[in-house]
């Protein structure tokens, strides 16, 4: 629940407001930017009734999100902006500076290879190399990755070009695996819901890329990233990579939607993943530009030296010209439309539909 507060409070006005929440011991963080202030509420004030409010001098409107993720969108909402710096690096990943690009294979195939590509994609302009060592697959029977020597070969392509790495782990055994060697933990789709992972990774002094669930509604999306920060780790970059719907000529549906939207609701860095999102080459670079334009923070993408024989996900792997056209492109269409200010707005979070599906 949010309180709006009225325009131009004084700073008496605004200490004996928050005096009265204290005394109904309420938890609240109170933020301020120009044009206003607001209080986000802890879930305990849903027991009182809303006259209660309404009546504390200094408030203008109450809003109930109906999302029940204070954190997600309170924390957020008490930034002007979440930056988020990479380890051993210079990158920072902020919902206003420069779009950032995560690229690498979908899964880490021998040392000589990682070192290779990693050297390549850093040539074409990416910051942060990615690379599958423990690869949730759908069938037992596909290639599951190379586990932990997978992450000594992502360890060495880091040494070697400087990049952070990102990569998944689906399990507390694998995060203790991973710890010493990866700087961003991926969380992946399949494992958006996986709240004994996601209660670990809360504890964790890394960014985690929490991707959305195929299935995910962007509130339960947000909820996971709520259980991060309930846990102590704020450093979250939302990952949109396609959700599951009719349509059986992509792989997914890129839901550009939720990228614009969450833009409205979170001050978090928001990426993309084309590749998984289409689960084909040929479209990775028309939907990267288009998530850009829409507004994402950056883009991770699957790249392979011959995509075709990439040992896993070969149909949606593009080659390292075509990421470094899609570099380019992605800059000079964030610096053309001008994407410099995250359009957070605190109203846009009070409109909680309800789940009402309009076809
Ligand atoms: C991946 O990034 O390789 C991956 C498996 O992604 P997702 O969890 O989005 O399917
Ligand atoms: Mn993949």
């Not at 954190?71 to 990479?86: D, N």
């Not at 990158?91 to 040392?111: F, Q």
């Not at 995910?216 to 909820?223: D, R, S, V």
């Not at 800059?331 to 053309?336: H, Y």
Request: proline share 4%; charged share 20%; with cysteine.
């Amino acid at each position: 629940m949010f309180l709006i507060l009225q325009k131009h409070l004084s700073q008496v006005q605004l200490e004996n407001l928050c005096n009265i929440l204290q005394g109904q011991n309420l938890t609240f963080e109170y933020s301020a930017n120009s044009s206003y202030g607001h209080i986000s509420l802890g879930s305990e004030a849903e027991t009182l009734p809303e006259h209660f409010f309404m009546q504390v001098p200094g408030v203008e409107k109450i809003i109930r999100t109906g999302y029940r993720c204070p954190l997600a969108i309170g924390k957020a909402s008490s930034h002007i902006e979440i930056a988020i710096a990479i380890a051993k690096s210079k990158v920072t990943l902020s919902p206003s500076t420069k779009p950032v690009i995560i690229a690498g294979p979908c899964s880490v195939e021998s040392e000589e290879h990682i070192i290779n590509l990693a050297q390549k994609i850093q040539e074409a302009g990416a910051s942060l190399l990615r690379g599958g060592a423990f690869k949730p697959r759908t069938s037992p029977y596909d290639f599951q990755g190379l586990g932990i020597t997978a992450l000594k070969y992502l360890h060495l392509a880091s040494i070697e070009t400087g990049m952070p790495v990102v990569s998944e782990v689906m399990s507390a055994k694998q995060l203790e695996m991973a710890i010493d060697y990866i700087d961003v933990f991926q969380v992946g789709a399949r494992n958006m819901y996986n709240y004994e992972l996601l209660k670990e990774l809360g504890k964790v002094n890394k960014p985690v890329l929490l991707k959305r669930s195929f299935s995910a509604t962007i509130e339960e999306f947000l909820q996971s990233a709520e259980y991060l920060i309930s846990c102590g780790n704020a450093q979250i970059i939302l990952c949109e990579r396609g959700i599951r719907t009719f349509e059986t000529q992509t792989r997914n549906t890129l839901d550009l939607n939720a990228v614009a939207l969450l833009r409205t609701v979170v001050n978090m860095p928001i990426f993309v993943d084309p590749s998984h999102g289409t689960g084909n080459s040929k479209l990775v670079q028309p939907m990267s530009q288009a998530a850009i334009a829409c507004g994402a923070s950056g883009l991770i993408i699957e790249v392979h030296e011959k995509p075709s024989e990439s040992i896993s996900d070969a149909a949606q792997a593009i080659d390292v010209n075509t990421l470094k056209d899609i570099i380019k492109k992605s800059f000079a269409i964030w610096a053309t439309l001008n994407i410099k200010e995250s359009i957070f707005d605190v109203n846009q979070v009070l409109t909680h539909t309800n789940s009402t599906v309009v076809v």
